[in-house]
T-cell receptor, first 111, second 112 residues
Framework: DAEITQSPRHKITETGRQVTLACHQT?????MFWYRQDLGHGLRLIHY???????NKGEVSDGYSVSRSNTEDLPLTLESAASSQTSVYFC??????????FGPGTRLTVL | AQSVTQLGSHVSVSEGALVLLRCNYS??????LFWYVQYPNQGLQLLLK????ATLVKGINGFEAEFKKSETSFHLTKPSAHMSDAAEYFC??????????WGAGTKLIIKP
């Protein structure tokens, strides 16, 4: 069965370190999205991609970057982790206007 | 700009009672509409979707939703709540750029 996976599931890091969160989907979807979820803020879009070599900034992109070198993967990099980036991160994929399929999430703690 | 409003950040019902979670959207054209469920420490899972076919949409776990264009609403219902329905529910509407516009979520609490 097709799926979308995220790794690691939990990560603790220190302020100032670079961190990369992996997202891999086997749906062969063109669209991929990164969200963060915080209490009181719901889901907020960080970055998104509509295909290989395409990346776009979402509403909360400062301090984050993504790259899309193939259809399956959209890694999210925190260039210099800050305590404000402690959150749960979700990756999702979709095709066209259809529903987004979500990964299980990565819980990131920045100390 | 498009927006999605979910009335009530928390809704509490007794086991066996009707579940009604409200969602209103603003959109100039008939959109695609979605309801997702999120159980604790899990990702979001699609409950059901409206894609301009039947206005009454049936989903998983006994949930259904009715698209009412005149009221710009897409409320989620279930006739009889079960303890396992305790979760957070999100309403979303499709945007012209393939993104989803999300509601803030409603946490459903089931009282025994």
């Amino acid at each position: 069965d097709a799926e979308i996976t995220q790794s690691p599931r939990h990560k603790i890091t220190e302020t100032g370190r670079q961190v990369t969160l992996a997202c891999h989907q086997t749906w062969n979807h063109n669209n991929m999205f990164w969200y963060r979820q915080d209490l009181g803020h719901g889901l907020r879009l960080i970055h998104y991609s509509y295909g290989v070599q395409d990346t776009n900034k979402g509403e909360v992109s400062d301090g984050y970057s993504v790259s899309r070198s193939n259809t399956e993967d959209l890694p999210l990099t925190l260039e210099s982790a800050a305590s404000s980036q402690t959150s749960v991160y979700f990756c999702a994929s979709s095709e066209g206007y259809n529903e987004q399929f979500f990964g299980p999430g990565t819980r990131l703690t920045v100390l | 700009a498009q927006s999605v409003t979910q009335l009530g950040s928390h809704v509490s019902v007794s086991e066996g009672a009707l579940v009604l979670l409200r969602c209103n959207y603003s959109s100039s054209v008939p959109p695609y509409l979605f309801w997702y469920v999120q159980y604790p420490n899990q990702g979001l899972q699609l409950l059901l979707k409206y894609t301009s076919a039947a206005t009454l949409v049936k989903g998983i776990n006994g949930f259904e939703a009715e698209f009412k264009k005149s009221e710009t609403s897409f409320h989620l219902t279930k006739p009889s709540a079960h303890m396992s329905d305790a979760a957070e529910y999100f309403c979303a509407v499709s945007h012209s750029n393939y993104q989803l516009i999300w509601g803030a979520g409603t946490k459903l609490i089931i009282k025994p």
